[in-house]
């Protein structure tokens, strides 16, 4: 069992300061996942009247990208390709002090605790993350097809979960992982063609538009990212970002909802 | 209540063209005019609602995550069945048919399994079409994989990911449409009632999760695409926030609740480690491909598994179904763990748990082979587990995983409240008795792309709806009740936690109506859980308030219905005198343990309706008839 001790960011609400806030966490096993560590530390909050720590979370196994905390001062902690949900407790050694934080990045406003908001990133992919075809009439799936390495390579950019953690690791909060993986994952497909160069134009235009930082390349995205989405989805974009502003008019950031 | 299927009569092969012949349509014009309310952003909430809005229809789409983009779909691994025969192997729209009803064990509806293994090839073509980047041979082709209950190739997928890229190409759809302001959509909002007015659906009373608001929507028709009722269990492989409030309070307002104890137990799953344990994680069923399931000859057998012997070892599958083997269904192969358990032959520091042993196949093929299959799974293994499934046999448990059961309806998809529409698992509709893998995926978009916008036309056009309004007394009577719910949940100041509760009574329904069950167990249950939902109502402990973000709060409202479903699962469990499928009563099983069902008695499906809080709900009987195939009894062997 470990003993250990947490420093949890507590914010009440979007306009409330916040602040660092100790609690003990003892008798803690190492087969618990952190996010059920945090379970405990509630429960026993509870018990005594405390407020739990608010967090986001549903799958819990690395898929849905609800999750998402700044553990030790890195997104998802210290295990390399590992979501929050997945981090086992094994990873920390008796005696630790653990400091946990939301995602620090302006266009993911913290709404309570550990809990932020990042529509952001829906408006990103609502302003052009998708291929225009609607339901029906589609031409058989094997009429097109797609060299194995391409598909894999798609795949590879189509992993992301869109936590938000790469923007969160970014000194620049830049969405650039983010955005660069869906680009990239159109772009390797013959389905994106038709639209790849107005895609990247509007994706990027909503991404300024939400006040995300530019991409100096550091590299920080990469090291964060869970599903190890790579830093070459980045010069793919910016390849064809190029290309497009070249041959093309530009476009503003589109009206639309985005949730 | 009257149940009025409106199952097409006539060849089977025809009655889905037939009955999209006869469905009225709307005028594209005048789809606009129309306002539809669709709960849920999984795939079969997502592509309704991107569908539904491509046709014109004004469409509002509810969903209580951050973004349509983490429902729970998302989690899906292994993959979605197509009857495209792309590998010569004997596959067709008739076999996937034949397939689904028998895995179902012939207590789900003939005309609609047909119309799912129809529309099954239309699917496959629509995801590749929006850049779903399923798996591809060297050739260019897709790329198949077998799943259980079946002896052909038929399974299309995206490595361990297939219901997260299926999800992200239906929500991708969905953002182009919320883009160019054709769906508005609400996340962090949690529908808590279903405002029937006049006769008919109208609407919803919601919970904004941030600001803590309720309020109502209203519109002309209302669908429901809230995913499964599986955490009932408390443990399951279900994403957290699966819950069955929102079908749970549409059954209390009029909508019969359909075969509510078929529920699937999934049998390869990460064993529990301890108390704190807070979910359980799938290990996708493709690894049955490659991987041989087995448990020491010998009980007690405390030797690590690289030190048994070939002859020590029970592959108990291959054994007991030669034909499938380590494919056979799910319900018989987590029967069949249970049963080594429970003669102690089972492994891992609890003994609840058998090997799942890929050496054999990385012999054959490579390890490389193996990781390029399954690489993400072993990862998650080995995350969660911290031993090397490339060395170590992987070890399995049963968990509790989807339910067959849900809202009754018709072969519209519509509900017993007029205007109340089902979608994906939400409903009962496609599975019978015990869902085959990667058909899930394949109902959800079925429903969503391919029959919600054919059959919604014919139900406006038909109902002829006049406009209400936020005046109209039941809409604000929904609103009160929701209210006065909410301030009550927060007031009882008790000294237990929603979560201490929900484990309680998933114990119990753990034990007693999980994988076997019996009429003492049954009934045992029924005694037990009613004392649970007042101890709940007497000691919950909520802290904070209602307006503002309130994770407890929300917790506490999906108990608050876990604690009354609960109670209809065991009822149902228990009149239900037979095995089938995925229920299994211990009192009818063949002589060598296998489900045996009454088809003189129980051919039918059991509807639920709501008779009021603390009267016994009204079972109505849903005759099931076989015209194409014939009613045999299963086998596997
Ligand atoms: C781990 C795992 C693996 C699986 N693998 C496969 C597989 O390989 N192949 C296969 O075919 N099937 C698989 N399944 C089953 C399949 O994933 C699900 O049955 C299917 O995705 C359900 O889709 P759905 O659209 O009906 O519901 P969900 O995806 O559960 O979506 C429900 C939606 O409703 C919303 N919602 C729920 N309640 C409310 C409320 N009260 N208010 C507002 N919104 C609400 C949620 O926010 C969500 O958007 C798997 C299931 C699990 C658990
Ligand atoms: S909770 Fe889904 S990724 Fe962590």
Request: hydrophobic share 35%; proline share 5%; net charge neutral.
């Amino acid at each position: 069992m470990l003993n250990l001790t947490l420093k949890v960011w507590r914010q009440k609400g979007p306009k409330d300061a916040g602040q660092m806030v100790t609690y003990p966490a003892p008798g803690i096993s190492p087969d618990m996942s952190f996010l059920e560590m945090l379970d405990v530390v509630n429960e026993r909050m509870m018990e005594k009247d405390e407020e739990p720590i608010a967090f986001d979370h549903d799958c819990r196994e690395g898929i849905c990208g609800s999750c998402g905390t700044v553990v030790n001062g890195i997104a998802h902690g210290p295990r390399s390709a590992t979501t929050a949900c997945q981090l086992h407790m094994r990873s920390f050694k008796d005696g630790d002090t653990i400091t946990v934080e939301p995602w620090r990045a302006k266009p993911f406003p913290v709404l309570k605790d550990l809990i932020v908001d990042r529509s952001a990133y829906d408006r990103i992919i609502a302003a052009g993350g998708f291929v225009s075809v609607n339901t029906g009439g589609c031409p058989d799936g094997n009429s097109l097809p797609i060299p194995k390495e391409n598909a894999e390579l798609s795949m590879d950019a189509a992993a992301c979960i869109g936590c938000g953690a790469c923007a969160a690791a970014c000194p620049n909060a830049s969405a650039m992982l983010f955005v660069s993986a869906k680009v990239s994952q159109l772009a390797l497909l013959p389905q994106g063609q038709p639209e790849r160069r107005d895609r990247v134009l509007k994706m990027v235009a909503q991404m300024d538009a939400e006040g995300f930082g530019g991409c100096t390349n550091i590299g920080e995205c990469e090291s964060a990212c869970p599903k190890e989405i790579k830093l070459e989805n980045i010069a793919r974009l910016n390849r064809d970002f190029l290309v497009a502003t070249v041959t093309k008019r530009p476009v503003t950031a589109s009206q639309g909802g985005g949730a | 209540m009257e149940l009025k299927s409106k199952l097409p009569s006539g060849p089977i092969e025809t009655a889905w063209d037939r009955t999209r012949q006869e469905l009225k349509l709307v005028n594209p014009s005048n789809k606009r005019k129309y306002s539809v309310i669709m709960v849920g952003s999984g795939l079969a909430g997502a592509s309704g609602a991107a569908t539904l809005a491509e046709l014109g229809y004004q469409v509002k789409c509810f969903c209580y995550q951050d973004s349509p983009r983490r429902a729970h779909s998302i989690s899906a691994q292994g993959g979605i069945n197509g009857a495209k025969n792309y590998q010569n192997d004997g596959d067709s729209v008739w076999r996937l048919f034949y397939d689904t009803v028998k895995g179902g064990d012939f207590r789900a509806r003939e005309a609609n399994v047909h119309r799912l293994a129809e529309v099954s090839v239309n699917i496959i073509d629509q995801c590749v079409a929006q850049g779903v980047p399923f798996a591809r041979e060297y050739g260019g082709t897709l790329a198949n994989r077998s799943f259980g209950g079946a002896q052909v190739s038929r399974t299309f997928y995206a490595r361990g990911q297939t219901g997260q890229q299926l999800l992200l190409g239906a929500y991708q759809s969905l953002e182009r449409q919320i883009g160019i302001g054709a769906v508005q959509m609400y996340p962090r909002t949690e529908m808590l009632d279903v405002i029937v007015a006049d006769g008919a659906a109208r609407g919803i009373v919601t919970r904004d999760m941030v600001t803590g608001k309720i309020e109502s929507h209203l519109a002309d028709v209302v669908i429901l695409a809230t995913g499964g009722y599986a955490n009932v269990f408390y443990l399951s492989t279900n994403a957290k926030g699966c819950n069955t409030t929102a079908i749970w309070r549409a059954h209390r307002r009029g909508a019969a609740f359909a075969n509510p104890c078929y529920t699937q137990i999934h049998p390869t799953c990460i064993p529990v480690t301890g108390d704190h344990q807070s979910k359980l994680t799938l290990m996708s069923q493709s690894l049955r491909n490659d991987g041989r399931i087995w448990v020491p000859l010998k009980k007690g057998d405390k030797r690590p598994p690289g030190q048994i012997p070939e002859n020590e070892r029970d592959y108990y599958l291959e054994r007991k179904y030669p034909s499938y083997g380590n494919l056979a269904p799910r319900d018989i192969s987590s029967r069949a763990a249970k049963q080594c358990c429970d003669e102690g032959r089972g492994v891992g520091p609890t003994g609840l748990g058998v090997y799942l042993d890929f050496a054999d196949a990385i012999g054959r093929l490579g390890e490389n082979v193996i990781r390029e299959r399954y690489g993400n799974l072993f990862e998650m293994y080995e995350r969660i587990t911290d031993e090397n499934p490339y060395k170590i046999p992987m070890r399995i448990f049963p968990a509790s995983h989807y339910v067959m059961g849900g809202l009754w309806v018709d072969y519209n998809l519509m509900s017993t409240i007029p205007g109340l529409h089902v979608l994906g698992e939400a409903n009962f509709s496609d599975h019978g008795a015990n869902r085959l893998g990667a058909s899930a995926l394949m109902q959800g978009l079925a429903d969503g792309y391919f029959v919600i916008p054919y059959t919604i036309g014919d139900y406006l056009v038909n109902a002829k709806v006049k406009k209400i309004d936020a005046s109209h007394p039941e809409v604000k009577k929904a609103e009160a009740e929701v209210t006065g719910r909410v301030k009550r949940l927060l007031s009882i100041n008790g000294k237990r936690t929603p979560d201490s509760l929900h484990k309680e009574l998933g114990k119990v329904i753990w034990e007693k109506c999980g994988m076997g069950r019996n009429a003492a167990g049954l009934k045992e249950a029924l005694q037990r859980i009613p004392a649970i939902r007042e101890e709940f109502w007497k000691n919950l402990k909520v802290l904070g308030s209602g307006d503002d973000l309130n994770v407890s709060l929300e917790k506490a409202g999906r108990v608050a219905d876990f604690m009354e479903m609960a109670e209809l699962l065991c009822i149902d469990a228990l009149e239900r005198d037979e095995s089938c499928g995925a229920h299994f009563r211990e009192e009818h099983q063949t002589p060598d343990g296998e489900a045996l069902r009454n088809d003189e008695k129980f051919c039918h499906v059991a509807a639920w309706e709501w008779a009021g809080e603390g009267k016994t709900p009204i079972l109505h009987k849903e005759p099931l008839t076989f015209e194409s195939l014939h009613l045999t009894q299963r086998s596997y062997k």
